[in-house]
T-cell receptor
């Protein structure tokens, strides 16, 4: 079943923060985050494995709450380059050979 | 350069005319997958393959076929395309058939079935 992302869209001014959420009804092994610019391929951001870990890259970080089957992506002090559609992808099992189910996406627009 | 290559990038064709979209990766990845992307629906998996001669259905496999005869290639076949298969298609690969590995996407193929 497809994970649910919220919000569906968000508009920010440069320098503002945003949070994108991803919720699943199934127990998860991992959560992936990708960003897609218009007309381009999705690009990998980070993976979180079960265990409640948190990861960060520059001013983008994410957390994974294994008990709630939820992940959140945090964008701090947003830059124009952060604009795009963000997708979470979920894996329910280590043994399913990497089968990813993606959410419907969150469109992020950063304005000057 | 490590990459996933899809061909063609764009195709306009007619209902019922068989077509093949090729996908090739040069990273020696075991896992490969096909997705279709439609507005508001995100990326939906069509088929995936964990290794040569091992394929399985994703969430929307109807009307599609795949084969994995070589590790680097994973073509998507539409035997009798219909207008509801008009979409943006992505091929992806990852390093290992276990979980928790990032997927590398091709640049996409935009198909229009008239």
């Amino acid at each position: 079943q497809q994970p649910v992302q919220s919000p569906q869209a968000v508009i920010l001014r440069e320098g503002e923060d945003a949070v994108i959420n991803c919720s699943s009804s199934k127990a998860l092994y991992s959560v992936h985050w990708y960003r897609q610019k218009h007309g381009e391929a999705p690009v990998f951001l980070m993976i979180l494995l079960k265990g409640g870990e948190q990861k960060g890259h520059d001013k983008i970080s994410a957390s994974f709450n294994e008990k709630k089957q939820q992940s959140s992506l945090y964008l701090t002090a947003s830059q124009l380059s952060y604009s795009g559609t963000y997708f979470c992808g979920t894996e329910v099992s280590y043994n399913q050979g990497g089968k990813l189910i993606f959410g419907q996406g969150t469109e992020l627009s950063v304005k000057p | 350069e490590a990459q996933v290559t899809q061909n063609p990038r764009y195709l306009i064709t007619v209902t019922g005319k068989k077509l093949t979209v090729t996908c090739s990766q040069n990273m020696n990845h075991e896992y490969m997958s096909w997705y279709r992307q439609d507005p508001g629906l995100g990326l939906r998996q069509i088929y995936y393959s964990m290794n040569v001669e091992v394929t399985d259905k994703g969430d929307v496999p109807e009307g599609y076929k795949v084969s994995r005869k070589e590790k680097r290639n994973f073509p998507l076949i539409l035997e009798s395309p219909s207008p509801n298969q008009t979409s943006l298609y992505f091929c992806a690969s990852s390093n290992w058939a276990g979980g928790g590995q990032p997927q590398h996407f091709g640049d996409g193929t935009r198909l229009s079935i008239l």
